[in-house]
């Protein structure tokens, strides 16, 4: 009975002292972790703020690229009104110069046909007058008149007025008659070949004319001066 109770003596200090040494192991790990534990918050702080960081870097950049965009579509947009206003400018200078050129292609218009106009009716002015004088003068008239032969007409008279163009010959009956003259007119004077700067008004001659384009156009003049005619 006695020994019964030294071995449960003993093993009753034997439990109390494993249970000791167990409240001591795990005391301890408990501490060991409550130690642990700030170590490791700070070590997750440090990296949630490294990751809040660079997260705040990322936008730091990416609202600075933002940034270069607006100010280069900034740019391109006053570019674009700058070359807006400069098209609408060169666009009102060409309608500018096209108006000019058809206000001024409507007066050369007008001009030529004024001239058209006037170029008409001196021509049936001539020509009026040139059959007035045919019908005046008459084939077989005396001397003065004019003479038909083979399409041409001649008349003679005094030389009234001459130019580079025409000559006027004033029979010694009826009409001035009123002739064009050109590079073909064949000028003689006194049987020598002659230049029309040479005749002077009041000269007897005798002018050999036909109708070009309704036109009377001198084809032979042949002059007489005065000291020829008295010989």
């Known amino acids: 009975m006695?020994?019964?109770?030294t071995w449960w003596t003993i093993g009753a200090g034997s439990l109390a002292a494993l249970l000791m040494v167990g409240c001591q192991g795990s005391g301890q790990q408990e501490q060991e972790q409550q130690a642990q534990a700030p170590a490791e918050q700070a070590e997750q702080a440090q990296e949630q703020a490294e990751q809040r960081l660079e997260e705040a870097q990322r936008a730091q950049e990416q609202a600075a690229t933002e940034q270069?965009?607006?100010?280069?579509?900034?740019?391109?947009?006053?570019?674009?009104?700058?070359?807006?206003?400069q098209a609408e400018q060169e666009l009102a200078e060409a309608q500018q110069e096209a108006q000019q050129e058809r206000q001024q292609a409507i007066q050369a218009q007008e001009q030529a046909q004024a001239e058209t106009q006037q170029a008409q009716q001196a021509a049936e002015a001539r020509q009026e007058e040139a059959l007035q004088a045919q019908q005046e003068m008459g084939p077989g008239a005396a001397t003065g008149g004019a003479v038909a032969a083979q399409g041409q007409q001649t008349v003679s008279g005094q030389l009234v007025e001459v130019t580079e163009e025409e000559i006027r010959v004033g029979p010694e009956s009826g009409n001035e008659v009123r002739l064009q003259v050109n590079e073909q007119t064949q000028v003689m004077r006194d049987g020598q070949m002659a230049s029309l700067q040479e005749l002077q008004p009041g000269t007897q001659v005798r002018a050999s004319y036909e109708l070009q384009e309704g036109?009377?156009?001198?084809?032979?003049?042949?002059?007489?001066?005065s000291g020829s005619h008295q010989q």
């Open 2 to 5: 006695a020994r019964n109770k």
């Open 68 to 85: 270069e965009d607006v100010g280069s579509a900034q740019e391109d947009v006053a570019q674009a009104r700058e070359e807006a206003q």
């Open 215 to 225: 036109e009377p156009v001198v084809t032979r003049l042949e002059a007489t001066s």
